[in-house]
């Protein structure tokens, strides 16, 4: 399967929009119960670090192909929160949070699929750029 680059660079700009929606859903690192949901990641720190790694995927969006190997962190960066949240949704309830917060239990009800989904796309360019005949030798 080819991802047009097009589609590629829609791609990692949406991923940044994506993570950068943590500021919608902790309204500006303001709701306490996205934190107190998970203290060890979801810290406003955590939260400003999500925005952080938006920016990242949106600065490489049109220039992707010469950051093969970025791309690869970026992959493995979203397995990490993927498998976290997969976790956190095995051992707690999000329906707790939602009584707690609508914002917060959207946040969580969602930002794992994000996380998997985005992982998936990340390998896709990895792995389109990895074996491209076209690249130029590093």
Same mark, same amino acid.
């Given at each position: ?20 929606? =943590? ?5 500006? /690192? &303001? $709701?306490? +119960?996205?934190?107190?949901? !998970?203290? #060890?990641? %979801? ?39 993927? =498998? ?5 949704? /095995? &051992? $707690?309830? +999000?329906?707790?949070?939602? !009584?707690? #917060?609508? %914002? ?35």
């Amino acid at each position: 399967m080819n991802i047009k680059p097009k589609t590629i660079t829609r791609g990692f700009i949406t991923a940044g929009i994506m993570n950068m929606s =943590v500021l919608i859903f902790s309204r500006l /690192f &303001n $709701n306490p +119960v996205i934190s107190q949901s !998970d203290p #060890d990641v %979801m810290s406003n720190f955590g939260l400003l670090m999500i925005v952080i790694w938006g920016l990242a995927y949106i600065s490489v969006a049109k220039t992707y192909h010469h950051a093969k190997w970025l791309i690869l962190v970026f992959a493995i960066e979203k397995l990490i929160y993927g =498998v976290i949240w997969t976790m956190w949704m /095995f &051992n $707690n309830s +999000v329906a707790d949070v939602f !009584d707690k #917060d609508i %914002m917060a239990g959207a946040f969580f009800s969602v930002y794992g699929i994000n996380d998997w989904l985005f992982f998936v796309f990340f390998v896709f360019v990895f792995f389109q750029l990895h074996f491209d005949n076209k690249e130029t030798p590093e």
